[in-house]
Nanobody, 116 residues
């Protein structure tokens, strides 16, 4: 079955950096676009970044452009989110996601807290 596992969250000071990772299994990873979402209490889950199956095309929410970078390793079936210049407003639970034949699959989420 499809599994997405995201270790790597944590507490970081404003201006700091953090790298999230997502280990995928149970599907042909190299065939599918991958996305990172985030959610804060009381708000809808929002798309942060996406990457196509080959890794050559990416897209970002305006709020994270020039600060976050999504990447993937198809051989290792991993997707990453490098987050630089973190702001308090980036505090959220971050989720790795894939859509397969119209169905969305989600990881368990990892908490990122930006605070001094």
């Amino acid at each position: 079955q499809v599994q997405l596992v995201e270790p790597g969250g944590g507490l970081v000071q404003p201006g700091g950096s953090l790298r999230l990772s997502c280990a995928a299994s149970g599907f042909r990873f190299s065939l599918y676009a991958m996305n990172w979402y985030r959610q804060t209490p009381g708000r809808e889950r929002e798309l942060v970044a996406g990457i196509n199956s080959a890794g050559g095309s990416t897209n970002y929410a305006d709020s994270v452009k020039a600060r976050f970078t999504i990447s993937r390793d198809n051989a290792e079936e991993m997707v990453y989110l490098q987050m630089n210049g973190l702001e308090v407003e980036d505090t959220a639970v971050y989720y790795c996601s894939v859509r397969i034949f119209g169905q969305a699959f989600w990881g368990q989420g990892t908490q990122v807290t930006v605070s001094s």
